[in-house]
């Protein structure tokens, strides 16, 4: 049996979090190595060497080594292409193409306004850095711009490519779970095929078992 | 019947049109005047509803994100032109590392100086200096990575051009010319040579001579 693959950063991390419910997605198992960032691991040498960003995640398969949370899922998708879910990155180009457009359109107009309000809303308080309301006003309106584009697109599709659940969905779903948990999550509530999407998407097993990763069980009792 | 590229005066169609001629494709443009607001015309936001360049038409069937479109030719017209995508699925797992670290790291910070030293100007809007020299810094930043990883390899993904490199052309060539900022690649050995090589190629060259860029 091949050596299960090695992905490197916090479980908690949205970007960690896109790459672990893609590997489910695709039954392909994984070890999770943690970096500890509050402790600035993700900057030290060691870690520098595989992510010269110093960002999470990093992830290395049979001696390949690749970052990026994106590239890598596109790329477990394409190694794995028959296994789990087969139509995860579309089975044809043209599905292919639809995918990789809202790909890009989640990495360039959803991901920009969601990671700052997610780092605003729910990371801020807890580094105890002061929120910057400016921000936050600035990133909900974009953020709302860009759920009214894709309430127009859900409305007559199901999933955002097309009729089933793609790579281009799951991306949304590590910062779209944290803003659901805020004030922010309004804005998926008001937007009725969002709503409807959201919920689909957001309850797959594959994400419920990334949610789990995110929290520590609770202490058994003795 | 031939793919229709919309808004060849600026930069990200750019993107799509140098894939286009590096695979021997026929392609036709259809001017975008982002200044007039074009882009957010009904008409144009039914083709493309986040209001942005590029789209294209091939037929029927309608394609946006300069890069979903850049890697959907390169796939689907594998068979010719330059090959864009490597020869393995390792090779193609670090060209997408890479095109996905030049939407990320590279393409963010100099696409915010093109608007506060381009656009900005053009429309009457004052432009933050401490924005500048953030951006610089973290411009600087990226590309210190990429001198480190270009003095071990000819090419971001491999030995080969792939469409990596070909996504930091259009923007590149904004740091060389209008932008005023070719020191951040000089001052830099092999990114300096890496820039001189992607930007020689016989596409782009004919991308400038075609579509020269209004900004």
């Not at chain 1, 870690?47 to 890598?72: C, M, N, W």
């Not at chain 1, 999933?159 to 004030?183: E, K, R, V, W």
């Not at chain 2, 930091?168 to 932008?179: C, E, K, Q, S």
Request: proline share 7%; net charge negative.
């Amino acid at each position: 049996m091949a050596a299960p693959v090695k992905v490197y950063g916090p479980p908690f991390s949205t970007a960690v979090a896109r790459v672990m419910v893609t590997l489910l997605e695709k039954d392909v198992p994984f070890q999770l190595l943690p970096v500890n960032m509050a402790k600035g691991e993700h900057k030290k040498p060691d870690y520098l060497k595989i992510q010269p960003f110093g960002q999470v995640p990093a992830f290395q398969d049979e001696g390949v080594t690749i970052f990026e949370s994106r590239a890598i899922s596109r790329y477990v998708c394409d190694k794995y292409a028959n296994q789990g879910n087969r139509g995860l990155f579309g089975t044809n180009p043209l599905e292919k193409a639809s995918i990789d457009q809202w790909l890009e359109a989640e990495g360039q107009n959803f991901n920009p306004p969601s990671s700052i309000l997610v780092f605003q809303l729910t990371f801020a308080p807890r580094m105890k850095i002061k929120q910057d309301e400016n921000l936050i006003k600035q990133n909900e309106a974009k953020l709302a711009s860009v759920l009214d584009v894709y309430d127009r697109r859900l409305n007559e599709s199901r999933y955002l490519a097309g009729d089933d659940f793609t790579l281009a969905d799951l991306s949304h779903l590590p910062n779209a779970q944290y803003l659901n948990g805020t004030d922010v999550g309004e804005l998926f509530r008001t937007r009725k095929n969002v709503e409807r999407w959201w919920g689909e998407v957001s309850n797959r097993e594959s994400w419920k078992k990334v949610l789990e990763m995110q929290s520590p069980p609770a202490p058994k009792k003795a | 019947m031939v793919v229709k590229v919309y808004g060849p005066d600026y930069a990200s169609p750019k993107r799509v049109i140098l894939c286009l001629i590096e695979k021997e494709i026929d392609y036709e443009t259809v001017d975008v005047d982002l200044f007039k607001g074009e882009h957010l015309s009904p008409q144009y936001l039914k083709l493309q509803p986040f209001g942005v360049l590029p789209v294209i038409e091939d037929g029927d069937y309608i394609l946006y994100e300069s890069r979903a479109i850049i890697r959907y030719y390169a796939e689907k017209y594998r068979s010719q032109g330059s090959e864009l995508l490597g020869k393995t699925i390792e090779e193609r797992g670090l060209i997408e590392q890479w095109l996905d670290v030049e939407a990320h790291n590279f393409q963010p910070p100099l696409y915010d100086l093109v608007v506060q030293l381009l656009i900005n100007p053009k429309t009457g809007v004052a432009s933050d200096p401490k924005r500048i020299q953030e951006d610089e810094e973290k411009l600087a930043k990226t590309l210190d990575v990429y001198e480190e990883r270009l003095s071990v390899s000819k090419y971001l993904a491999s030995d080969t051009f792939s469409l990596a490199d070909l996504s930091h052309i259009p923007f590149g060539n904004y740091l060389v010319t209008t932008l005023k900022k070719e020191y951040l690649i000089r001052d830099r050995k092999n990114v300096s040579r890496w820039w001189d090589d992607i930007s020689s190629r016989p596409s782009w060259k004919k991308v400038l001579e075609l579509h020269p860029p209004v900004l």
